[in-house]
């Protein structure tokens, strides 16, 4: 093919590419104008509000990697409950963050003393963003000197709150009561998350003494791993789990394929999780520091999978898949507290410590008796605790400061939601009835079955 019948049978593409080469020789010869070119106040304003609301709804789909990761990890005749109680909770906590949870988080904490926001119900859109709705152009540089959408930055932050009740979910799963578990999610959602992110990231008194969560490593997942903890030790372990001896019996994934599905998920969901708590991109720095971000909760990740099944052998006696799934998770929980790192080699040495502390984790809960069926606690209490104290090590954190903020979020938040199951076990009752516990919640308490194909296996019980 001669030069002229090749150029003129790829015509367009050629007309592109000569477009592409003049213009970045147009910039090359006149680099000045490139450097005079910033982002205007309404393109940042624009690019924030963007990426809130596509990291958010990122965040959203952790959701489902919570419901696939739960509802594998549970007998068959549970896993219709599991996706209820996770669509739920999701709903509840908007609904719970929107009336109440968000002014108490955000909203005027320097009144209180930096331990509470406002009382007042709802959060609403500016009055300079209304009026930018309705035709009043004077209201745009007002709008655009806020940095972001105001309804974009609650949009981003209650997903995090759906996150923490999330977490108590596959802690409590096949044993406590649906709307037990609602009353308590709602509580969570509405006051205890929010008083932990008014101390926090909403400017209270640990927030003055310098405490370092980047995206939430104690804010978020311990705080939904104290809660979860609260409520398995006034709940109980599932019947069955323990034999009288003390042993614990073999529970394993009824569907490792959708458990490892749902960890898959998480880990996409963490890079909005953690990348959108840069909480900016409208310069190069942002742009950097992001990608810095995503960098190191990928390598964390990673380093956690392969430190749990290394030690899964010693620790659990086998080379352990479910171990291996929950190391991915404490590796994204402990990197959380600080992605932004530079030297990225920390997020590796911080995400394999946090798998090799999930799987020593685990099988301390099995020894003492505690039934934690998706390993919640070990991958988010235990990995968060760790992960909060290691930006002393590379992010610049005060120890002794990052140590109050552990203890004090921990014992808040274990102190009132062991009273809350408490209270809700002797009013309600927390646990399904032994009966219903036995059929399984699907068929006793939804009349129906996630498998109805399939023929399920009666279990043997120690008082049986």
């Not at 068929?443 to 129906?448: D, N, P, R, V, Y």
Request: hydrophobic share 55%.
């Amino acid at each position: 093919m001669t030069l002229v019948r090749f150029l003129s049978y790829h015509r367009p593409a050629v007309i592109v590419a000569a477009a592409c080469i003049g213009l970045l020789a147009f910039f090359l010869v006149n680099p000045s104008l490139v450097r005079a070119q910033g982002v205007d106040g309404e393109t940042n304003f624009v690019l924030n509000t963007f990426m809130f609301l596509v990291w958010g709804a990122l965040i959203m789909w952790m959701c489902a990697g919570f419901t696939m990761l739960e509802s594998g990890s549970v007998r068959t005749k549970n896993a219709a409950m599991i996706c209820l109680k996770n669509i739920g909770l999701y709903s509840i906590a908007g609904l719970a963050f929107y009336f109440l949870g968000y002014n108490l988080m955000y909203v005027d904490v320097d009144k209180y003393a930096g331990v509470i926001g406002s009382v007042a119900g709802l959060y609403v859109s500016s009055a300079t963003e209304v009026a930018l709705l309705d035709g009043d152009e004077n209201a745009l540089a007002h709008v655009v000197d806020s940095g972001y959408s105001t309804m974009s930055d609650w949009f981003f932050q209650m997903v995090f709150v759906a996150t923490a009740a999330s977490i108590v979910s596959g802690a409590m799963a096949e044993r406590v009561r649906m709307w037990s578990f609602f009353l308590f999610v709602l509580v969570l959602t509405a006051i205890i998350y929010p008083i932990v992110g008014a101390w926090t990231w909403g400017g209270g008194w640990l927030s003055e003494m310098g405490f370092s969560d980047f995206a939430g490593s104690t804010i978020v997942h311990s705080t939904g791993g104290w809660a979860a903890l609260a409520g398995i030790l006034v709940v109980g372990p599932r019947l069955g789990k323990f034999r009288r001896d003390g042993s614990a019996r073999a529970t394993p994934p009824s569907n490792i394929l959708v458990v490892t599905l749902g960890v898959f998920i998480l880990w996409l969901g963490w890079f909005g999780f953690n990348g959108g708590s840069q909480l900016a991109l409208g310069s190069a720095a942002d742009a950097v520091a992001m990608s810095i971000v995503l960098v190191n909760t990928n390598l964390a990740a990673a380093a956690g999978v392969m430190a749990a099944l290394a030690v899964s052998r010693p620790i659990m006696g086998r080379i352990d898949l479910f171990a291996g799934l929950n190391g991915a998770i404490a590796g994204l929980v402990s990197i959380t507290a600080a992605p932004d790192i530079v030297d990225h080699y920390w997020a590796v040495v911080i995400g394999a410590v946090g798998g090799v502390i999930c799987v020593a984790a685990l099988k301390l809960l099995e020894k003492v008796r505690v039934d934690d069926v998706v390993g919640a606690v070990p991958a988010h209490l235990f990995a968060g605790v760790w992960g909060t104290i290691a930006v002393c090590i590379a992010g610049g954190a005060t120890f002794h400061v990052q140590l109050i903020g552990i203890l004090a979020i921990g014992a808040f938040v274990f102190t009132v939601s062991f009273g809350l199951w408490l209270a809700i076990d002797k009013v309600l009752g927390a646990r399904v009835a032994p009966q219903v516990e036995r059929l399984g919640q699907d068929a006793g308490e939804l009349g129906m079955e996630s498998y109805p194909e399939f023929v399920l296996m009666p279990e043997e019980f120690d008082d049986d």
